[in-house]
């Protein structure tokens, strides 16, 4: 509800405020430092499901092949593999590029002295590596595959399939299971440090009311009406709020200055941007969720304490 006389309701708030300081600032500090947790916890959550992604972008299927394999047999079934639902896109992977890929891959294990003791020889099988729409959908992709007929009679191991068939199935599963609890539990937390904001600026309204309940009384015998009586109350509460919020954003966004920089220069194998679009609407809902906790945490504490 908008105050009747906005004028009257800021004066009686900043009134407020000098004569109660202690109480204010301790209202306006908590609500900083909850919005201020709140913000990291988004952001993280940000940085962290983009990591994620990054990883479950990798997630795909690989299909060894026979070295006798058809041809035409194997583009045959890459082509019907890329009709499949949830399948994005199948690409042939050589002989030579599957050695190539090993040899980046182990580096830094001896991978030249493995490759030379082969004596010119490449046992590393072809394959189809399969990208699948959507990563939670491997399982699905991968036990269809091994079922295939067609594939059955390319695969490297044509008696048993399954095992020509590679997506790393317990690293996903425990991928996926991560991804999860992190996206609850940030949800939760989030609810909860909201939750703790909106009950202390009710609180502290409640503590204004009561010491000016002889004013409001007196107020209330002359005739004011319930919006001019509540007007200040909301006030004081929005104000806290707004003022706890943009200290908030203001702490947040000096501090991702400070760390990012370091974060990235300490593990430049991994992107922590945060996108111009993602922070601006981070720090919009901070100061949103800040006025609106303001708001109603005001309007609960009157309607159980006014009773006007």
């Known amino acids: 509800m908008v105050p009747s006389n906005i004028g009257y309701s800021l004066h009686e708030a900043f009134r407020h ?23 990291m916890f988004v952001l993280g959550s940000v940085l962290v499901g983009n990591l994620v992604g990054n990883v479950e972008d990798r997630v795909t299927i690989q299909a060894f092949l026979s070295d006798n394999a058809d041809k035409t047999a194997v583009e045959a079934l890459q082509k019907k593999v890329d009709g499949w639902k949830y399948v994005e896109s199948v690409s042939y992977k050589s002989k030579e590029e599957a050695l190539k890929q090993y040899k980046e891959t ?20 072809a394959s189809l590596v399969i ?11 991968a036990n269809k595959l091994i079922k295939d007929a067609d594939f059955a009679k390319v695969a490297d191991n044509g008696s048993n399939p399954s095992d020509s068939v590679q997506y790393g199935r317990e690293t996903v599963e425990r991928l996926f299971s991560v991804t999860y609890y992190l996206r609850i539990g940030a949800i939760v937390l989030v609810a909860l440090l909201a939750f703790i904001a909106f009950v202390f600026i009710n609180n502290t309204i409640r503590l204004a009311i009561s010491a000016r309940r002889r004013e409001i009384a007196i107020m209330r015998l002359v005739g004011a009406s319930n919006g001019f009586i509540r007007g200040p109350f909301m006030m004081e509460g929005l104000l806290e709020a707004l003022f706890g919020s943009v200290l908030a954003v203001v702490a947040l966004n000096g501090g991702l200055a400070v760390v ?7 593990l430049k194998f991994l992107s922590f941007d945060l996108p111009a679009h993602v922070l601006a609407g981070t720090y919009a809902g901070l100061i949103v969720i800040g006025m609106l906790l303001g708001m109603f945490g005001s309007m609960i504490a009157m309607r159980r304490y006014l009773k006007v």
């Open 106 to 125: 182990m580096s830094n294990r001896n991978a030249a002295d493995a490759v030379a003791a082969l004596d010119g020889e490449n046992p590393v099988p």
């Open 17 to 39: 405020f000098r004569r109660n300081w202690s109480t204010v600032l301790g209202a306006i500090v908590t609500i900083f430092l909850s919005l201020f947790v709140i913000g």
């Open 260 to 266: 990012m920089p370091r974060l990235q220069n300490s």
């Open 131 to 141: 990208k699948l729409s959507d990563p939670q959908d491997v399982e699905k992709v």
